[in-house]
């Protein structure tokens, strides 16, 4: 599809504009109100560059209506190519879509199951990563075989050793998150990816926890399949998100998700000579055969402006960055009696930082508290999760400790 000239000139000028970004700045948040926002494991506030983008292109469509098609089906292939430059993924087989779930669901009613296949999944993941396999194992008499997540963050080797006596019993598929979104632990995907190769198992990721804080690189971890949502590490809008196949695995996907977007030359018929609406072209048989019908071009346009800045800052300082806030903070909260999750190795570490109140069940009450403060975090499964990304600065591990000083002065958290 040919982009007239005058709405490149847009495009270019909204993309282009990448300043006030750096590490520990808010200056792209001018509208963030929460004093402390250590929350982006559960969802990023968008930057200006992200609303420019998004109100840039709302209005293009508004000036343009249709006219400005053709634009965004070029940024989806230059985003495409960005999202893969972050996890190291050769940009075709790199498909843009709705949410992590997407993905999934792809994965799940997508590969040419035999009854009896055993799918390994892990207690403690987010449900995303759970829901879709029970339903193919309850339409295709799969078997879920359970490990715990937390056994690689108390005990990695022997979790490592248990792994691999299940993929010795044969295992088609392993399920995992890289990161833990409880814990933030970051689990061994090298060697699982490893693992899994030796025993001709393949890998799937869930990645939302990891994109756009750790380095993650499919061919180092032989990662088979990934799947990403925007809205958390990688600072886009809801709606939108990643879904990565390697060539060979995804060649033999069933087509059970595809749609008219799905097809070789999906356009043709609307763009060319009479006599090409026709329903027998081949389906692409890559990861772009999940993008089935209209794509949320809004929050593409957003997640362009978030991933832009993320590259331009880079996923190695914005991991250390990340790392130093956890570092200022965690010894504090374990002076005041918390206990943390973080890993000790390098390599079991995230975005993400959890602790444990001393009764256990006060993760919610300290978010709470916390919030009067203007801190923002989470508390998943009973955890109080903080989870800065590249905009917090390295002082702020003071204001939270001062807030949970008044917090304990004032006898702890009111508990439900
Ligand atoms: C590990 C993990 N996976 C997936 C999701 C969300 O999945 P989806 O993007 O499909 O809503 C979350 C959090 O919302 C998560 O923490």
């Not at 053709?70 to 498909?95: Q, T």
């Not at 715990?148 to 019993?169: V, Y």
């Not at 609406?277 to 929050?299: F, I, N």
Request: glycine share 8%; aromatic share 6%; net charge negative.
């Amino acid at each position: 599809m040919a982009v007239p000239a005058r709405l490149r000139a847009d495009a270019d000028k909204v993309s282009a504009d990448m300043t006030g970004a750096g590490l520990g700045s808010r200056a792209l948040f001018p509208e963030l109100e929460t004093r402390v926002y250590a929350n982006h494991a559960s969802l990023s506030p968008p930057s200006q560059a992200v609303i420019d983008a998004v109100s840039a292109c709302l209005s293009q469509y508004a000036r343009d209506g249709m006219g400005c098609y053709a634009i965004e089906v070029e940024r989806r292939e230059r985003l495409r190519a960005r999202l893969a430059g972050l996890i190291g993924a050769p940009p075709r087989d790199l498909a843009l879509v709705a949410n992590t779930t997407a993905g999934v669901l792809a994965v799940a009613l997508g590969i040419p199951w035999q009854r009896g296949d055993r799918i390994l999944v892990f207690d403690g993941e987010f449900p995303t990563n759970i829901t879709p396999w029970q339903q193919a194992a309850r339409r295709e008499g799969l078997e879920l075989v359970w490990m715990s997540a937390d056994d690689f963050r108390t005990d990695r080797a022997g979790a490592l050793q248990q792994l691999e006596d299940h993929l010795r019993e044969g295992i088609r598929l392993v399920a995992v998150s890289a990161v833990q979104f409880t814990t933030g632990q970051r689990m061994p995907l090298e060697t699982i990816g490893e693992l899994c190769r030796r025993h001709d198992c393949e890998l799937f990721v869930d990645a939302i926890q990891a994109m756009g804080v750790v380095p993650l690189d499919v061919e180092a971890c032989a990662i088979d399949y990934l799947t990403c949502g925007s809205h958390k590490w990688l600072m886009g809008p809801e709606g939108t998100g990643c879904f990565y196949a390697r060539e060979e695995v995804a060649a033999r996907l069933e087509p059970n998700v595809a749609g008219w977007l799905s097809h070789e030359d999906p356009f043709a018929f609307l763009t060319r000579a009479p006599n090409e609406l026709r329903y027998d072209r081949p389906l692409v048989q890559s990861a772009r055969m999940v993008e089935s019908g209209t794509p949320h071009t809004l929050a593409a346009a957003g997640l362009e402006a978030s991933v832009g800045l993320i590259d331009a800052i880079g996923v190695e300082p914005i991991y250390e960055h990340v790392q130093a806030w956890h570092d200022a903070l965690e010894a504090g909260l374990v002076e005041r009696g918390f206990a943390s999750a973080r890993m000790a190795e390098m390599e079991g570490r995230s975005g993400i930082l959890s602790v444990r109140a001393t009764d256990a069940a006060a993760g919610p009450a300290w978010s709470r508290a916390l919030a009067e403060y203007g801190i923002a975090s989470a508390s998943p499964d009973g955890w109080l999760r903080l989870s800065p990304h590249w905009p917090n600065h390295l002082d702020e591990a003071g204001a939270v400790l001062a807030a949970i000083d008044e917090i304990l002065a004032k006898g702890g958290p009111p508990l439900p």
